[in-house]
């Protein structure tokens, strides 16, 4: 019923780029919340972008600001993580998730509880 399907990953070297998508099936993301994730092997879940058009909002992590960029097709209902500059450190497995938006005072918004997922697509980025 709900699916997340991420494409667009694979091998890159280093100062390379590469674009990954997601599309939807079930939800619209139109009106949500919806975030990239990447999880290196043997390191812990980190949030790497999230937007919501709704709110006219984008955020990113730390490590990727000025390099990455998120975007929606609402028409496609597609999501999209534009990546530049890639280094080894960008090396894991990517995932596309939605979840309703949350303010938070101070910070700005964010998702709870993210109930869909995709299947993730790899990255790796060679030295």
């Known amino acids: 019923q709900v699916q997340l399907v991420e494409s667009g990953g694979g091998s890159v070297q280093a100062g390379g780029s590469l674009r990954l998508s997601c599309a939807a099936s079930g939800l619209t993301f139109s009106s949500a919340c919806v975030a990239w994730f990447r999880q290196p092997p043997g390191k812990e879940r980190e949030r790497v972008a999230i937007?919501?058009?709704?709110?006219?909002?984008?955020a990113y992590a730390d490590s990727v600001k000025g390099r990455f960029t998120i975007s929606k097709d609402s028409a496609k209902n597609v999501l999209y993580l534009q990546m530049n500059s890639l280094n080894s450190e960008d090396t894991a497995k990517y995932y596309c998730a939605a979840s309703r938006c949350y303010l938070v005072a101070g910070s700005g918004w964010t998702g709870r509880g993210y109930q869909y997922w995709g299947q993730g697509t790899q990255v790796t980025v060679s030295s």
């Open positions: 937007i919501s058009e709704l709110f006219r909002y984008t």
